[in-house]
């Protein structure tokens, strides 16, 4: 089976292998990466973990040697001029000096918790303040090209020379006007027209141009750090809905523009948008999680990388996610589930079926399933034999072994490496537990059932069991008595 993608450009699973240029020896992704003037929310960490799993896959598929991604750092932009003006000022330095220490600090912040969430570095992951030159050339040649024009110091696309600007969103231009809030200028010709270049005060960070000292807008920064690192097209473009547009679709204006008119990308990719416990997530609503907070404590725990991952992996990266503490339990109790077998280097690859999942479009829940169908084949086996599953892996019978083998590969193929949250587990130990709290509770539930039917008080003991299962956890009778999991 090949890989095949949902491209936001086509609205349609598209095979990638099959799409014209494909080169399976050199497959090329770009993600929009942060903008860095403060820690990371749980809503930045969502694209990081999709398309690192998809880096995965596509590196599995076509070799490392064969896949280049690159995910850049904006270290210009007016929020982060804007605190590196009130930093300065606190501070006695210069914005610019500011903004140098904001931006390294916040992006090695950045890096410390997407490693934390089991990221592997990807190719590249370049500055913008690295690439200042290729973006004024690339302006350039749109102002030559007729595409663009300078004025009051600023330089601006003009969407009426691309004629099929829009095509990404698909919107009507008003739609879009009112979508993308347009600044009305007296420098703009129409609209929507938006800034390439814009002019520095002698206090605002900039660089010199043709145009003055000024400043790269953010969507060519993207653009020119593509083209440099990856060529004219690549293969997948990646981020959050919520880049659509203006972002991407200025991107491809402005690439597609600058280079005769190829694609930007081949497969544009987007995941769904994240709320937190049925809310927007907004500083004012007091609902703001950032990663490091998880990370650190967050209504009295702190969350392992891999939980916070498999949590975000467990709905499809399409699909919108409700962020809830309910889904970090659920994570921390499944993987606790998992670990069960997982302590050790798994020896083959993962199943065919959970590698099938992933191929179409990252079905990251339908994996899942296969890493339960596998746990409970490895638990089916082992439950025939008393005393298997405290056995050493090397100990354990063979069909055990092997479900056991490839829930290890399929976990570690997620990026999850259970062995570190193993570890992560004994140094809890000592103080409650999520999951201890809820075995004892499930427990408890339970024995009280029992004791319940015993007394034929059916009524009570179905009465429990819904109470359990609307908290998703799922009784199972059987002739050994009564076993629970937690429902996907
Ligand atoms: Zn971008």
Redesign the pocket.
Known sequence: MSLRLYNTLTRQKDDLEALPGFDPNNVRMYV?GPTVYDYAHIGNARPVIVFDVLFRLLRHLHGEDHVTYVR?ITDIDDKINARAAETAAAKGMSVEQARVEITAQTAQQYLDDVTALGCLKPSHTPRATEYVARMVAMIGELVTKGFAYPAEGHVLFDVSKKADYGKLSRRPLDEMIAGARVEVAPYKRNPMDFVLWKPSDAATPGWDSPWGRGRPGW?I??SAMGEALLGETFDIHG?GID?MFP??EN?IAQSEAAHHGHALARVWMHNGFLQVEGEKMAKSLGNFITIRELLSGWRGYNWPGEVIRFAMLSTHYRQPIDFTQSILEQATVTLRYFSTFGFYEPTVGPSDEFLDALKDDLNTPRAIAELHRLLNEARGHASNRPNEMSKPNAMLNMETFTAANQLAAGLMFLGIDIRSYDKCWVENQGRESIAQNLEREVEAAIAARAAARKAKDFKESDRIRDELLAKGIVLKDGPAGTTWEVKR
């Open positions: 929009c850049n969507h920064e993207c981020g880049l972002h991407h991107e």
